[in-house]
């Protein structure tokens, strides 16, 4: 166990907090003696991955950091057109789309070059241009911190929604996911549909994406839109997009007709974050270093020295801005730490 850790370089923000205690489990047996360990027991304790979804409001970390280190992936299991693939909690994720693209294998291509790790995927039920980890998801496999077993969870036992899952809610804290099983295909139509996307796909005259090149595609409209957290701290969205009711839809409309709007059915409608945001004035916003990004409104940036607490207040004050001009509440996808 290693003390007073400095996690700038594990948190996409760049905020230089410093934590108390940190761990890194290279095996799943490693994480039965850390439950026996009196740092773990007498501390408050958190599961990091990549840090691409946390904000850290302090920067002291009074507690234990914990964090999966075993990598790699392997076939264990193949049935006609399905190949199941186990990846281990601390595997990069972006390199394990990146694999699984190179071997061909369809169903997390549109989720390219998404930052974190594949432990934490499951975690937000992670999406990208019109796919969820949820619609290749197998079963995983998680250290319970309660009973100190381990359990597998399939599909129902998740409880996966619109970036969430039961790990981000009723069982938050209480399992470190050590290893993920995909259900991947070998042939399968792809997914192009999505806005971004089919334009893309189209302006570059390509009719008959491959996979390799659907994945590039994402890739490229990715690097165009998001800063990347190596210059500019920052951790993807910041804020969930909301789902209303129609009647609210309707008084907005009389203000607002061009609103963007997903029908979700049973009177309900998804509106982008991003564009409640913008409407209301943020987009390129910045108050010291604590800023929104100039190219997409939902993404909050680290211009080099904000704080935590400067991040947080900044999102604070656009969440009551929507609030007050449109009535709706805007949810952080961030996790506040
Ligand atoms: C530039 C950028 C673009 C992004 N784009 C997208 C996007 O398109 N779609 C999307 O869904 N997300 C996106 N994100 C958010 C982020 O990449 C994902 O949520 C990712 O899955 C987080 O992985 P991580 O390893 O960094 O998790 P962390 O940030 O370290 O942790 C996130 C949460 O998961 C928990 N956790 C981490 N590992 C484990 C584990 N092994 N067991 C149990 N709990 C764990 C943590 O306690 C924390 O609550 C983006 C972020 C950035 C910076």
Not at 122 to 128: F, H, L, R, T, V
Not at 244 to 255: F, G, N, Q, R, S
Request: glycine residues 8%; charged residues 25%; contains cysteine.
């Amino acid at each position: 166990m290693e003390r007073f850790i400095d996690l700038k370089s594990f948190n996409t923000f760049g905020l230089p907090v410093v934590a108390n205690y940190f761990v890194r489990i290279a095996h799943s047996a490693e994480i039965k003696e850390l439950i026996e360990n009196p740092v773990f027991k007498e501390n408050r304790r958190l599961i990091l991955g990549g840090g691409s979804n946390v904000l850290f409001l302090d920067d002291f970390f009074e507690g234990l950091i914990i964090q999966m280190d075993n990598t790699g992936w392997e076939i264990i299991n193949e049935k006609d057109e399905i190949v199941y693939v186990c990846a281990r909690a601390g595997t990069d994720w972006s390199f394990f789309v990146d694999e699984m693209v190179e071997a061909g294998l369809h169903g997390l291509e549109n989720l390219s070059l998404i930052p974190g790790k594949v432990g934490a995927a499951p975690m937000q039920n992670i999406g990208a241009y019109g796919v969820e980890l949820k619609d290749c998801f197998h079963s995983l496999e998680a250290f319970d911190l309660q009973s100190g077993n381990i359990r597998v969870f399939d599909k129902p036992s998740c409880n996966f929604g619109y970036r969430s899952s039961v790990f981000k809610h009723a069982a938050r804290g209480r399992y470190i996911i050590s290893a993920v099983t995909f259900a991947l295909k070998k042939n399968a139509e792809l997914n192009t549909s999505y806005g971004n996307l089919e334009e893309y796909l189209k302006q570059s005259g390509i009719k008959n994406p491959g996979i390799k090149e659907l994945s590039e595609a994402v890739k490229t409209i990715r690097q165009s839109k998001l800063p990347d957290p190596r210059y500019v701290g920052n951790a993807g969205s910041f804020f969930k997009n909301p789902v209303v009711h129609k009647l609210l839809l309707d008084d907005l409309m009389k203000e607002y007709a061009q609103i963007p709007k997903y029908e979700l059915g049973n009177n309900t409608y998804k509106i982008p974050a991003a564009w409640l945001i913008e409407q209301a004035g943020w987009k390129g916003y910045r108050l010291g270093d604590a800023g929104v990004h100039d190219k997409q409104a939902l993404v909050l940036v680290n211009h080099g020295s904000a704080s935590g607490r400067e991040i947080f207040a900044l999102a604070m004050k656009i969440q009551l801005d929507v609030k007050t001009k449109f009535g709706i509440h805007l949810d952080p996808e961030v996790n506040i730490i």
